[in-house]
Structure formats: C-alpha cells, structure tokens
C-alpha cells in the first residue's frame, strides 16, 4: 500500500463524511483531522509505515521507557521482536553493542532497513522455525526486547519458547504490550458496531493477559520473571478514533465488504465519540499495558 493510494476516492452516497477508494481490499479509515474528520477507505491492508506513524506513531515513542527498564549495555547483541518500522530499534541500537530486528510486516521490516537497522521477516511466534532455517542463531542473544508486539500473537507460548532458545543463559526478556482491558471501548465498539450492521461478530483478535496470567507462561517457558506490571495509560490520538480503525481496525473490518466496512467503522467512531473525545475534540484511548523483565533461567 502506498500513500498515492489515498488520492483515488469517491464519497458514500450514503455518509458524506466517508470516501471509498477504488480498489477495495481491506478497509482502512482516516481522519482527516483530530475532529470528527473525513475517513478514507484504503484499498489493502497492510500496515504502511507512513499512517501507521501518523494514527500511532505513539506506540514507539512511548515505549522509550521499556528500553530504560531493559538498559541495554555497550557490548550486548538485542533481539528486537516486532521492531516495527524501527523507529525504537534505532534508539535501542544506539545504546546496545549490536541490534537485529524481526517483524511480521514485510512493510515494516523494509522501513526499519531504510533506517539502516539490521531486520528480517520473521513472526514471533515462529522464532523456532528460523532457528532451524539458520536465519537466526540459538543462544546468540544476550537480550531480547519487545514494544507493542506480543499483543498480536496469541500463541503466547511458541513466542515464549523462540525467545528462551534465543537468549545465552541468564539472558533478558523485557518488554510490553496490551495487557487485561487493554482498549476495551475501542474493542466494544467495534463489536457493537458489526451488531448494529447485521454482520457476524469477530473473534477477538487481541492477547492481552493479566499479570498473572502472563507471569505463569513465562515461569512455565523457563524464565526467572523480576517484574510483572500492569498499569493503566489513557493515550491521547493524534487522528482520533477513526486513525485508529485505519491502523489496527482490521480484524473487525477486513472480512466485510467495503460498503459495510465503512459503516461498521463510522458507526463505531459514532460510538466511541461519547466516551473518546473531549470538548476541544481531542480523541483519548484506554491503554492497558502490561510490562515485564524476566531472565532466561
Ligand atoms: C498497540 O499496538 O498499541 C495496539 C494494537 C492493537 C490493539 C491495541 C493496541
């Protein structure tokens, strides 16, 4: 997907607020401004590095903080799982020996190369398999780190196992993502909306355990676990709820067709607007992160 994609639009006849793009794969929705904005249907769905730092570019800046807690040391080689377009991995290459970044998204992987990191597409649940392949190297890593990933992988235990083969002994695991409660309006509404629209509802997409629930995998998965949290980050949208659908909304839109995407989605920003948005018109998420260190025992 790229940006010029946005330029072939054609308003609904039936919500003037909302465009559709010619070639309809999968939907996306963008505001246009914080304030109840136009949104454009995209054409496909992948994450594209531009939107996705436009609608979320706070999922990395604000993970800075995780590369505190991992405090990487001058002669480590890290592991970045879902490194994203690298945006964070840049930051944590300058701090660490050496850096190598895996994401899901061929998209991603090829933004974080331009940035001159070290990537290749590998999901996290599948670390084993590229083990065997000899495209990563077992017990090479001194740490491995994850920002805003591990939500999007509910096979929370393969994960876990990859990243325990990974690691030297003693190595680290540290990071965070979506813990329980994690976006539950953004989810509701979502959900509702598909209701409203007569379609069927989705199976939740997301991981997002409690502490404890998380703590006993990685206990289980072979690792000493320092810190467990989970705490609460209400998350301002710099495009609102509708940016916000653009990029992750995908798993409540992508199996409709274009026409009941973008009602399903205007309807749950119609929703969300209740709860979301201020009187100035800015948007506020309900983030739940869970974040947590652990050793590979
Ligand atoms: C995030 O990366 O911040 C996120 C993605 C999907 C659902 C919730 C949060």
Redesign the pocket.
């Known amino acids: 997907m790229t940006t010029g994609e946005r330029a072939s639009t054609s308003t609904s006849p039936d919500n003037p607020d909302f465009h559709l793009c010619a070639r309809h794969t999968h939907v996306h929705a963008r505001a246009r401004s914080g304030v109840r904005g136009s949104i454009v249907v995209m054409t496909s769905y992948d994450w594209n590095a531009q939107t996705y730092a436009e609608n979320?570019g706070?999922?990395p800046e604000l993970g800075r903080t995780v590369l505190d807690l991992l405090d990487p040391q001058g002669h480590e080689l890290v592991l970045d799982l879902g490194c994203g377009d690298g945006v964070l991995t840049a930051e944590l290459a300058s701090r660490a020996g050496r850096v190598h970044g895996i994401d899901a998204s061929p998209d991603m992987v090829a933004a974080a190369q331009d940035r001159g990191l070290d990537a290749q597409v590998v999901h996290g649940a599948k670390i084993a398999e590229a083990i065997t392949e000899g495209r990563l190297v077992a017990g090479s890593f001194d740490a491995v780190f994850t920002n805003?990933?591990l939500?999007?992988i509910p096979a929370a235990q393969d994960v876990i196992a990859g990243v325990h083969q990974l690691l030297k002994p003693g190595g680290r695991f540290v990071g965070e993502?979506?813990g329980h409660g994690?976006?539950a309006s953004?989810?509701i509404a979502l959900h509702a909306a598909r209701r409203l629209h007569g379609v069927e509802p989705a199976a939740h997409?997301?991981f997002?355990p409690t502490a404890a629930e998380y703590e006993e995998l990685l206990r289980a998965g072979g690792f000493d676990v320092r810190l467990i949290e989970i705490h609460h980050r209400p998350?301002p949208l710099p495009t609102g709820a509708a940016g916000w659908i653009e990029?992750?909304g995908d798993p409540f839109l992508g199996d409709l067709d274009a026409d009941t995407a973008q009602a399903v989605a205007a309807t749950a920003v119609e929703l969300l607007e209740v709860s979301m948005r201020d009187s100035h018109g800015n948007w506020t998420a309900d983030?739940v992160r869970l974040r947590f260190a652990a050793m590979r025992v």
Do not use: C, E, K, M
């Open positions: 979320v706070f999922v805003a990933a939500h999007w993502f979506g994690n976006v953004l989810s997409p997301w997002f998350t990029t992750f983030y």
